[in-house]
């Protein structure tokens, strides 16, 4: 009995801590540390050329884009901002100013993304600037234009004596 207890004691936190543990855990990301931030990110210059590049092909706008997923411009945007995934109705495609928790950015940086596969599919992945950009932009806000800094003017500062 003793020897029971001492097993089912050892092995209900594993079980415990197993069963907590977050469904949608990403691993095998790449870092993107060293690639300088962009703090001013244009979706229609910068991350549109990006999918026209390595996503369109796939993600068209057709009868059927894979996944339900448009990445042609003009439509993009409309259909990755604030848009549940196909493949867990609980998580975003892109849930603005949190990258982390946005299937794009899993999907385009990590191997075990939050769900379903690495892209782009079967071909090499983006390059690191290409991600960080999409990192950047998402973390901002993933504004359809970037934010216009309020503009300084004389009037707001001291005047020297």
């Not at 996503?55 to 993009?76: E, I, M, W, Y």
């Not at 973390?139 to 005047?159: H, M, S, W, Y």
Request: hydrophobic share 40%; charged share 20%.
């Amino acid at each position: 009995m003793r020897r029971l207890l001492s097993t089912v004691l050892l092995i209900l936190p594993v079980a415990l801590g197993a069963a907590s543990a977050d469904p949608h855990g990403v691993f095998d990301c790449q870092d993107l540390s060293l690639v300088p931030m962009d703090f001013s990110v244009d979706y229609e210059t910068e991350v549109q050329p990006i999918f026209t590049g390595s996503c369109a092909n796939c993600h068209v706008s057709s009868p059927f884009p894979d996944a339900g997923l448009r990445l042609d411009p003009g439509k993009s945007y409309f259909d990755l901002v604030n848009v549940p995934s196909v493949q867990d109705g609980t998580l975003l495609r892109v849930k603005p100013f949190n990258a982390s928790q946005s299937v794009l950015f899993s999907k385009v940086n990590c191997d075990g993304p939050l769900v379903g596969l690495r892209m782009p599919l079967d071909r090499s992945p983006l390059t690191p600037e290409a991600q960080a950009l999409i990192l950047d932009w998402i973390n901002q806000g993933a504004l359809p234009v970037p934010a216009v800094p309020d503009l300084l003017t004389r009037a707001d500062f001291e005047a020297r004596g």
